[in-house]
Nanobody, 121 residues
């Protein structure tokens, strides 16, 4: 199993950014892909996740601003981030697990490299 998520960057407050996580090796029927983030000096936290059946979960602080989606044909999961705030600044990771979608980092076995998202003017 592999996950690759390039594509962070610098964006102004109120701006938008889309992250993409390319996956491979998820050959079983039921699995979940999640986005986590870790700000300096803080613990890693779950942002949003989606199952192979399309069920989603997201943390309260991003509801209405972030949207997770997937393109099964491309084996890619996206995180569309709108109305970005400085507090969204963090290293973002995508991760995968077999089974149901969860926002608990310890439940994920497979991780991509992190990508830095900086929200600043």
């Amino acid at each position: 199993v592999q996950l690759q998520a390039p594509g962070g960057g610098l964006v102004e407050p109120g701006g938008t950014l889309r992250l993409a996580c390319a996956t491979s090796g998820f050959t079983r029927d039921y699995y979940a892909i999640a986005w986590f983030r870790q700000a300096p000096g803080k613990e890693r936290e779950g942002v949003s996740c989606i199952s192979s059946y399309g069920n989603t979960l997201e943390r309260d602080s991003v509801k209405g601003r972030f949207t997770i989606s997937r393109d099964s044909a491309k084996n890619t999961v996206y995180l569309q981030m709108n109305s970005l705030k400085p507090e969204d600044t963090a290293v973002y990771y995508c991760a995968g697990r077999w089974g149901s979608p969860l926002l608990l980092p310890n439940e994920y076995d497979y991780w991509g490299q992190g990508t830095l998202v900086t929200v600043s003017s």
